[in-house]
């Protein structure tokens, strides 16, 4: 009999009133915002500083990725099922799916197998209406800024080719990256050149999910860059009065979501950057409520550990002023085959020659953990197609390296395929041998963070600037940003920003190409290589497999 999908699993729990989430929590259910009987928003009064000081934080990781993805979330999620299974009080912190991805190549994102998020299609389809306020809110200031070139009272000089705000839309369409708009005449607008992100990759995405509470949000709207003026002055959000209104479009979506995992164990969902182009992980507001109501957090942070990791360490815990307690890498032997050297069609085929090979990426990831003060604990994802001789060749290795392996089953098996993997989680974690650091000061240069990140992390023997680059950098010395951290905006398939340079690439330098800047977010973005904020479908997109019936039955979510 063949294995149920990931759609089927879900749609055949029996799942639990959202008011027994809360009972889990120990929060009255009066305190919800109900969307129905199986979604929640929580309100931000329940956050507690006091019990997030004595609650312990999981980061959950990942090698360098193929393009399918290690199974970080059904990691996170089973993990979470594990710990709730050895007695602990656990809850999992994870970020939205975006309907790019999910229409695009995904298919869906809220974990896999027998670990999963439920309501699954609801997760993945609009969920509470977070993506939407926060596309209305980047929308809405790009319609201000428009109207005020426009109109001659209160104008405030904006330069039209000098305008660095774009609009948003949650979808690949690859045709809106470079538009113009304005044409038609007088009565239609100011002709200029324009263009489209994806939502994750709005600066009010990341902005929601650095505030630490509404007054916070405003703030940091306030100070979103929006471009030049023609005598060469710079304009934020505030001089356009946009905040007040783009905070009151995110008032219920700056609240954290409760939703549940397959065994009825309290899940938070809130926001959902992505880490290869910003910084990917959830929110700070949910990574808090999570520690304020439970004893333990899992949460993870986007792509391969040279992304999300670093981001959650060096951006997310400084503004945060949180520290993880234990880290987990998430390994498969499909992409150590991948990075030994396996073609696509070869990623199930057995080579321990190859898997050898391969574990140079996740010795160098295990390297990296350390540099933050964290030993992580390896979990192999499995697969039906890994050997024992695969297995235990990267036991014995990670072990030589000082660092733990365990087999995690969640996909297959729920929480008890993952009560080793928990035990060994929970011991690193009250051990309190772990003593995170961040990688870098952020009052040091921009040049030297971004050196530090590249060779320490990447392996690079050095940062080439292209002429942009450094044209960019002395506007953010100019508008006084260097102090900010830095969000690196790279490939997700390799150390390096070259996307064929697989395993543990050595004798390389990555180029900056250019810069932008999420003044109201708290970080500096250095762009290496082609990065698409918008991207494209595939030739054959997930969304042509998905269907629902006159039922209302959802098919074709994975």
Same mark, same amino acid.
């Given at each position: 009999m063949p294995f149920p999908s990931d759609l089927e699993i879900a749609q055949n729990c029996k799942m639990r009133h959202i008011n027994d989430m809360a009972a889990r929590l120990e929060v009255d259910a009066d305190l919800l915002e109900h969307y129905g009987k199986y979604k929640a928003k929580l309100p931000l009064s329940l956050i507690n500083p006091e019990r997030i000081s004595k609650a312990r934080l999981v980061l959950v990781s990942a090698i360098t990725p193929t393009p399918a993805g290690e199974g970080k979330t059904t990691t996170s999620i089973g993990l979470t099922e594990g710990l709730n299974k050895i007695g602990k009080k656990a809850a999992v912190v994870l970020r939205e799916p975006s309907l790019g991805p999910v229409f695009g190549i995904?298919?869906?994102?809220?974990?896999?197998?027998?670990?999963?998020?439920?309501?699954?299609?609801?997760?993945?389809?609009?969920?509470?209406?977070?993506?939407?306020?926060?596309?209305?809110?980047?929308?809405?200031?790009?319609?201000?800024?428009?109207?005020?070139?426009?109109?001659?009272?209160?104008?405030?000089?904006?330069?039209?080719?000098?305008?660095?705000?774009?609009?948003?839309?949650?979808?690949?369409?690859?045709?809106?990256?470079h538009i113009t708009i304005g044409l038609g005449g007088k009565a239609n607008g100011i002709p200029r050149e324009d263009g489209f992100n994806i939502t994750p990759a709005s600066e009010v995405m990341a902005i929601l999910c650095m505030s630490n509470d509404l007054e916070d949000l405003k703030n940091k709207l306030g100070n979103i860059f929006v471009g030049f003026t023609f005598d060469r002055k710079p304009v934020y959000a505030r001089d356009l009065k946009a905040q007040g209104a783009m905070a009151l479009l995110l008032k219920d979506a700056i609240k954290p979501n409760l939703v549940q995992t397959l065994e009825g164990n309290p899940a938070i969902i809130h926001g959902g950057p992505f880490a290869n182009i910003a910084q990917g992980t959830n929110t700070i507001l949910a990574t808090k409520m999570g520690l304020s109501l439970s004893d333990y957090v899992v949460t993870e942070a986007g792509f391969g550990a040279d992304l999300g990791a670093e981001k959650f360490m060096d951006i997310k815990c400084g503004y945060a002023g949180l520290a993880p307690h234990a880290m987990v890498l998430v390994a498969t032997i499909r992409a150590l085959?991948?990075?030994? /050297? &396996? @073609?696509?069609?070869?990623?199930?085929?057995?080579?321990? %020659?190859?898997?050898?090979?391969?574990?140079?990426?996740? =010795?160098?990831?295990?390297?990296?953990?350390?540099?933050?003060?964290?030993?992580?604990?390896?979990?192999?994802?499995?697969?039906?197609?890994?050997?024992?001789?695969?297995?235990?060749?990267?036991?014995?290795?990670?072990?030589?390296? /000082? &660092? @733990?392996?365990?087999?995690?089953?969640?996909?297959?098996? %729920?929480?008890?395929?993952?009560?080793?993997?928990?035990? =060994?989680?929970?011991?690193?974690?009250?051990?309190?041998?772990?003593?995170?650091?961040?990688l870098y000061d952020w009052a040091i240069p921009v040049k030297d963070k971004i050196e530090t990140i590249a060779r320490e992390i990447y392996g690079a023997d050095g940062v080439n600037y292209t002429k942009e680059a450094e044209a960019d950098l002395r506007m953010i010395e100019k508008l006084g940003l260097s102090g900010l951290p830095v969000c690196m905006a790279k490939t997700q398939k390799s150390f390096s920003d070259d996307e064929s340079k697989i395993g543990r690439p050595t004798g390389f330098h990555v180029t900056v190409r250019e810069f932008e800047f999420a003044v109201g977010a708290g970080f500096i973005i250095p762009i290496l290589g082609e990065m698409m904020r918008m991207p494209g479908l595939p030739a054959t997109p997930a969304s042509e497999g998905m269907d629902i019936d006159a039922s209302g039955v959802v098919s074709g979510l994975s």
């Open positions: 995904k298919g869906g994102a809220a974990g896999g197998g027998y670990a999963q998020v439920v309501p699954m299609e609801d997760i993945n389809l609009h969920f509470t209406g977070d993506f939407s306020a926060i596309e209305k809110a980047n929308n809405l200031l790009s319609a201000l800024i428009d109207n005020n070139l426009q109109n001659k009272e209160n104008n405030l000089g904006l330069d039209p080719r000098q305008i660095y705000w774009k609009r948003v839309m949650d979808m690949n369409d690859r045709s809106l990256r085959r991948h990075h030994g /050297g &396996a @073609r696509k069609e070869e990623y199930n085929t057995p080579d321990t %020659g190859r898997v050898e090979r391969g574990f140079a990426n996740l =010795a160098k990831h295990i390297e990296n953990c350390r540099k933050f003060g964290m030993n992580p604990v390896v979990a192999i994802n499995h697969f039906p197609t890994d050997t024992p001789e695969e297995i235990d060749l990267v036991i014995s290795r990670c072990a030589e390296m /000082g &660092a @733990r392996a365990i087999v995690a089953r969640g996909f297959a098996e %729920g929480g008890e395929g993952m009560k080793d993997l928990a035990r =060994a989680v929970a011991e690193e974690a009250e051990q309190g041998n772990n003593k995170f650091k961040p």
